[in-house]
């Protein structure tokens, strides 16, 4: 079985789609502005409340994608709403939301990132950024079209991208 590499001295490859290294992520106030909706999800039980009443409303007002509350709708169904949200709350430390970046070490694989400029949730300054934490080869890829789930929206672009960076065969 193949097991993941680190991302670290002696790592493989990283391949990094739409959201850039955490130290850098929140660092502009432009990400800061496009990322506000997270700050509402990192509170259990206030976020789905408002997802699933009378905010849903104004989610979908303010989400950008038209079927933005058809997600909504299925994720409560199908009762993944919750384990959706835990993501959010699990991978921004609330310091970070206090101006204080993570402290992380650089990361030393050769590394590719990849944003759509039809994004709206990230902005480009939090990838292009991530060069600087990266002591390994960078590499930034910029497809045009595709939006906030670019390996959705544009599976054959990105499916392109990857074999073109990554190397072949098992990793050790």
């Known amino acids: 079985m193949r097991q993941p590499a680190a991302v670290g001295p002696g790592a493989s490859h990283l391949a990094a789609l739409s959201a ?40 979908r007002s303010r989400a950008r994608h038209p079927g933005a509350g058809q997600v909504i709708a299925d994720l409560e169904a199908s009762g993944s709403l919750t384990p959706g949200l835990n993501w959010y709350r699990a991978s921004v430390p609330p310091e970070s939301r206090a101006g204080t970046p993570p402290q992380l070490p650089p990361v030393h694989a050769p590394t590719m990132g990849i944003w759509s400029p039809g994004d709206m949730a990230l902005s480009e300054v939090q990838m292009t950024d991530s060069a600087k934490n990266v002591a390994g080869p960078w590499r930034y890829e910029r497809p045009d079209g595709p939006g906030r789930r670019m390996q959705l929206d544009a599976p054959a672009r990105v499916s392109q991208l990857l074999p073109d960076f990554l190397p072949a065969g098992p990793v050790s």
């Open 20 to 59: 850039g290294n955490p130290v850098t992520f929140l660092r502009t106030f432009e990400q800061r502005q496009m990322s506000r909706y997270m700050l509402l999800f990192r509170f259990p039980g206030v976020a789905e409340r408002w997802l699933t009443g009378d905010g849903r409303a104004s989610f």
